[in-house]
């Protein structure tokens, strides 16, 4: 079984950043990713990418490529997901999730990112 | 990128009542699709993965089918538990993407 903890509330000015934590305990599959996930309100689930724990490797979906960051600190078995450049319409739960049999088996509790003047 | 779409958005059923959510993709996922149930304020739970395959823990009332560009998921029996919204997500192709989901109420 693996838990992940994910941050808390944040809340942010449009035009800034946003750095969400995801720390796993448990049994950790070897060489697994965490994928990360959103959910606007009134919106369907969206998939933002991943990172390979034990190497870094990372994969993002096209249409956040270019603003979304993940990093992950393998002596806190931590993993970090930033999104810059934030527009209203980035508010959403972000979750993360990790592997057991499938992608993604385990899940975070969500962290609510607020972007707002 | 692949589309996924549900039907029906919702569903008004009874206890002890068989639905079935189809979930059409706009273009073969072969058999990479998976079922979540999400309640309110809730991350989403792993239902079926594979297409047909139950998640560890998973009811057996809990099915899936298909492969390609139709799935569907069954539940049995309704229980009160089962009152949730649905998704499913196709895994084939990047990138991975989700159904708008099917909300299942109580009548």
Known sequence: QVQLVQSGPEVRKPGTSVKVSCKASGFIVPNSAVQWVRQARGHRLEWLGYIVVDSGNTNFAPKFRERVTFTRDMSTNTAYMELGSLESEDTAVYYCATEGTTPFDYWGQGTLVTVSS | ?107
């Not at chain 2, 594979?50 to 009811?59: K, R």
């Not at chain 2, 196709?90 to 990138?95: I, R």
């Open chain 2, 1 to 107: 990128d692949i589309q996924l779409t549900q039907s029906p958005s919702f569903l008004s059923a009874s206890i002890g009542d068989t639905i079935t959510i189809i979930c059409r993709a706009s273009q073969g996922v072969s058999s990479y699709l998976a079922w979540y149930q999400q309640k309110p304020g809730k991350a989403p739970n792993l239902l079926i993965y594979g297409a047909s395959i139950l998640q560890s823990g998973v009811p057996s009332r809990f099915s899936g089918t298909g492969s390609g560009t139709e799935f569907t998921l069954t539940i049995s029996s309704l229980q009160p538990e089962d009152f949730a919204t649905y998704f499913c997500q196709q895994l084939n192709s990047y990138p991975w993407t989700f159904g708008q989901g099917t909300k299942v109420e109580i009548k």
